[in-house]
């Protein structure tokens, strides 16, 4: 799989948007593009997927780039519980789908 | 729907004991998979099974068994436990289908003394 590369750590205020970032250059065609957040003490939980166009559902949008190569997880008003860290994973689909986990973004969300 | 199952939560080993993660999806998924994570680290794929039958190294399988004979249980082994085994221990469960997301158990919290 194609790798990503995020920021370590971003933070935010409650109730405000945020938007966090993921570079993924190298993406081939058939790429999905994943993202999992982790909450402390928690196994990852899937939060939306994509492949070319935009998605939203009812955790966060994902914005993805024309030319795909970055995309941006949008969580629209951040809350004390959306505080965890958030992987971007790509995922080929002429592959089999085990998630390769990097080290994610840490989101440090004050109240 | 109890989705991924892990058992048992939490254990205790003495360096060169053995003993057996148990990980059951009830999902009919045909991907399973065994991560460890370290602190401050992101998880790291130990062994993977495409389905029943069928398994393969990941990124760290060594000191590690696994074995695949239905669909539904994916047991990681620990031979003879190390103190670097100590880790939280993920399982985790997909189809077959890239544009779906995958399940993840709640952890096992391993520590080898």
């Known amino acids: 799989d194609a790798k990503t590369t995020q920021p370590n750590s971003m933070e935010s205020n409650e109730e405000e948007p945020v938007h966090l970032p993921c570079n993924h250059s190298t993406i081939s065609g058939t790429d999905y593009i994943h993202w999992y957040r982790q909450l402390p003490s928690q196994g990852p939980e899937y939060v939306i997927h994509?492949?070319?166009s935009n998605v939203n559902n009812r955790m966060a949008s994902l914005a993805i780039a024309e030319d795909r190569k970055s995309s941006t997880l949008i969580l629209h008003r951040a809350t004390l519980r959306d505080a965890a860290v958030y992987y971007c994973?790509?995922?080929?689909?002429?592959?089999?789908?085990?998630?390769?986990f990097g080290r994610g973004t840490s989101l440090i969300v004050h109240p | 729907n109890a989705g991924v199952t892990q058992t048992p939560k939490f254990q205790v080993l003495k360096t060169g004991q053995s003993m057996t993660l148990q990980c059951a999806q009830d999902?009919?998924?045909?991907?399973m998979s065994w991560y460890r994570q370290d602190p401050g680290m992101g998880l790291r794929l130990i062994h993977y099974s495409v389905g029943a039958g069928i398994t393969d190294q990941g990124e760290v399988p060594n000191g590690y068994n696994v074995s695949r004979s239905t669909t539904e249980d994916f047991p990681l082994r620990l031979l003879s436990a190390a103190p670097s085994q100590t880790s939280v221990y993920f399982c985790?469960?997909?189809?077959?289908?890239?544009?779906?997301?995958?399940?993840f158990g709640q952890g096992t919290r391993l520590t080898v003394v």
């Open positions: 994973i790509l995922t080929s689909s002429g592959g089999s789908y085990i998630p390769t």
């Open positions: 994509g492949l070319t």
């Open positions: 999902m009919n998924h045909e991907y």
């Open positions: 985790a469960s997909s189809s077959t289908e890239t544009n779906t997301e995958a399940f």
